[in-house]
């Protein structure tokens, strides 16, 4: 069993910044790639970010000013988001490619965390 937890989403003003993390926990062997979705209402959801095992990142255009991260010895991945805007506001998806104890290829997403920007 394999479980993905994000925290950091809330309420922020439009400029503001916040942390959000993702932690995976389980029988894991290995993680590779790690992502970060959102959804917003009414639409469909989009990536965001993602980082490889060895940290090449990659990014959506319409994010400049995120940066995602991941520590590999806390099998925890992190999206820092700066200049919010209104528009950023959505559902966060933490998603992961796990290799479990067992040697079974997984895809994992969190339960999503909420990041409201007012303007």
């Known amino acids: 069993q394999v479980q993905l937890v994000e925290s950091g989403g809330g309420l922020v003003q439009a400029g503001g910044s916040l942390r959000l993390s993702c932690a995976a926990s389980g029988s894991i062997f290995s993680i590779g790639v790690m992502r970060w979705y959102r959804q917003a209402t009414g639409k469909q959801r989009e990536l965001v970010a993602s980082?490889?095992?060895?940290?090449?990142t990659n990014y959506a255009d319409s994010v400049k000013g995120f940066t995602i991260s991941r520590d590999n010895a806390k099998n925890t991945v992190y999206l820092q988001m700066n200049s919010l805007k209104p528009e950023d506001t959505a559902v966060y998806y933490c998603?992961?490619?796990?290799?479990?104890?067992?040697?079974?290829?997984?895809?994992?997403w969190g339960q999503g965390t909420l990041v409201t920007v007012s303007s």
């Open positions: 998603n992961a490619q796990v290799t479990s104890t067992a040697r079974s290829y997984l895809e994992i």
């Open positions: 980082i490889s095992s060895g940290g090449s």
